[in-house]
């Protein structure tokens, strides 16, 4: 347990390396915990998870600090709101917004993100479980991020309620 990569990773910075957290110990041992202190965290969403390479999965968990955010575009205000319903509501609209313009800067944000948690599971991640709610926002992403890991967007029909049969591309 005490080799197993664990990150921290502020949503609203996609952009920064992930937080390498170190295990806790107790007498030299490994007690299967690692240390996130939110006191001394920016204020944010921070998402907790395994490491590419961990030979030891487990779902990932989203922490919120309360507190100003320093968030630079529209996607990752939207990921820094600690409301869920509030939440949903806003990351529906901004995907409604990238999936009608290719050049909006939150698609770099997005494949920065994917880039990260790309080897996650989807469902932890509110900001796909959106996505699979738009079928315009499914087949935007679909169309302007070829380049996320390998086989990711396959992985939609697989871990999520979607079908991709059911998104028109027009």
């Not at 507190?67 to 409301?83: C, F, K, R, V, Y």
């Not at 080897?119 to 169309?143: C, E, K």
């Amino acid at each position: 347990l005490n080799t197993l990569p664990v990150f921290a990773l502020r949503l609203e910075q996609p952009g920064e390396e992930a937080i390498s957290l170190t295990a806790k110990l107790s007498e030299g041992v490994p007690t299967g915990a690692w240390e996130f202190v939110s006191n001394r965290r920016e204020p944010g969403s921070w998402l907790i998870y395994p490491g590419h390479d961990s030979t030891l999965t487990f779902r990932p968990t989203l922490w919120i600090i309360p507190g100003e955010t320093p968030a630079t575009t529209p996607l990752t205000n939207a990921l820094s709101i600690e409301d869920r319903q509030y939440r949903a509501e806003e990351l529906d609209r901004v995907i409604g917004n990238m999936s009608e313009d290719f050049l909006d800067p939150c698609w770099e944000d997005l494949k920065r993100l994917g880039g990260h948690l790309g080897h996650l599971p989807l469902a932890p991640l509110d900001l796909w479980r959106r996505f699979v709610h738009s079928p315009t926002g499914m087949a935007a992403l679909a169309l302007r991020l070829s380049n996320l890991p390998a086989g990711f967007l396959r992985r939609f029909p697989l871990e999520q309620p979607f079908v991709w049969e059911l998104v028109s591309i027009n």
